[in-house]
């Protein structure tokens, strides 16, 4: 069973950028899609964006001017990045494995507020 | 405002059935398949129903899916307290440059 968990810092400030990393253990991150979803407090969730193993990505319309996805296998790790961030930002943040809407392993999630 | 359409809440009682409603458009439910979501409190999403109407392994058969068109829904049969929860849908959608879209959650109350 593939595990995955998110890591990263649970503070940021105003105008930073938010840089987390899911470790995917229990199985290879290669030939799979691996995505980024956001929760804000008590509200829905929102794509923010998926990559392939190989390094090609799609991102949601929204967010695409300030985000970048990364992807190691080396070390079996996927990571985003967020610049500008703003309270607006301020959710949990899962990592998931899955072509588009299957995704069917998830991590347990990361609190990231916004906040100087 | 979320691109696909739920109802915000959604009640049954132990033994009953409900359905819960996925309202969207030709660029992602009338064009791509639909999965559901069930989100217990304090925990990540769970997917619950892939390719329109297709369960996960563990996912018990009281969960169905169907699709119609720009629609779908999910069917929980033989309601249990267990299922009180958030369900989401979702689908990818084809505008811009393509990306997954969700639905506004439905918190379902077991009375």
Redesign the interface.
Known sequence: QVQLQESGPGLVKPSETLSLTCTVSGGSIGSYYW?W?RQPAGK????I??IYASGST????SL?SRLIMSVDTSKNQFSLNLSSMTAADSAVY?CTR?V?????N????ILVTVSS | Q?VLTQPPSASGTPGQRVTISCSGSSSNIGG????W?QQLPGA????LI??NNQR?SGVPDRFSGSKSGTSASLAISGLRSEDEADY?C???DDS??????????TKLTVL
């Open positions: 995505s979803i829905g969730l929102e794509w964006g998926r799609n991102y949601n319309p695409k899962y899955g588009t809407t299957d995704l069917d998830w991590g347990q999630g | 979320s791509y398949y639909v999965s979501y990540a999403p769970r997917l892939y390719m996960p989401y979702a689908a990818w811009l440059s393509g990306y997954v879209v969700f639905g506004g959650g």
